[in-house]
Antibody
């Protein structure tokens, strides 16, 4: 199981961007995908997107396409999620989560501790 | 837009059994939906419980089990403990432009 450690809380003004990091405890491997999800105050979880460290493939939720960028830095086993043109609706705890996949398996087996992003003027 | 529906809330007595379900607006949940279940307690990150319908993680207590039931994914908790009071989320795979969708969550209360 890979341990995931996220960057600390952040506050941004409307219209700005935020970039959150998610460091994996060891080298990732083929068949591993890092997802991002968020949870607005008092609300449920929302899938944002993800990046495949080995494949470089990225996917994002249609409602956030054009505003979200997900990347992976292999030199430090760290994933990044950048969200631009922030509004107050983007205030949430953002999580990274690891998925191990292979034929007939898609297993979410680790989560970061969460990063609170507050958007306020 | 694909919607995944869970019971908003359920209650159960200690020692009892409760089943939470997870339905898809596109039709029956199948093995190809790769249902994953998570437990979340207040102020904490979600904890993975079940993957791929019924596979427990090494840390998942044996009283938690997953299945497909009547076209839905299901999470059954047998012999409920007070510490099982939490929010439970399912996650389904759809592929395409929106490959993963979370359910709205079920708040489980242990009375």
């Amino acid at each position: 199981q890979v341990q995931l450690v996220q960057s600390g809380a952040d506050m941004r003004k409307p219209g700005a961007s935020v970039k959150i990091s998610c460091r994996a405890s060891r080298d990732t491997f083929a068949g591993y995908f890092i997802h991002w999800a968020r949870q607005a105050p008092g609300q449920g979880l929302e899938w944002i997107g993800g990046v495949g460290p080995m494949s470089g493939e990225t996917r994002s939720a249609p409602k956030l396409q054009g505003r979200v960028t997900m990347t992976w830095d292999p030199s430090i086993n760290t994933a990044y999620m950048e969200l631009s043109r922030l509004t107050s609706d983007d205030t949430a705890v953002y999580y990274c989560a690891g998925e191990t996949f292979r034929t007939n398996v898609k297993c979410f087996d680790s989560w970061g501790q969460g990063t609170l992003v507050t958007v306020s003027s | 837009q694909t919607v995944v529906t869970q019971e908003p809330s359920l209650s159960v007595s200690p020692g009892g059994t409760v089943t939470l379900t997870c339905a898809s607006s596109t039709g029956a949940v199948t093995s190809g939906s790769f249902p994953n279940w998570f437990q979340q307690k207040p102020g904490q990150a979600p904890t993975p419980l079940i993957s791929d319908i019924s596979n427990r993680h090494s840390w998942t207590p044996g009283r938690f089990s997953g299945s497909l039931l009547g076209g839905k994914a299901a999470l059954t908790v047998s012999g409920v403990q007070p510490e099982d009071e939490a929010e439970y989320y399912c996650l389904l795979y759809f592929g395409g432009a929106q490959p993963w969708v979370f359910g709205g969550g079920t708040k489980l209360t242990v009375l």
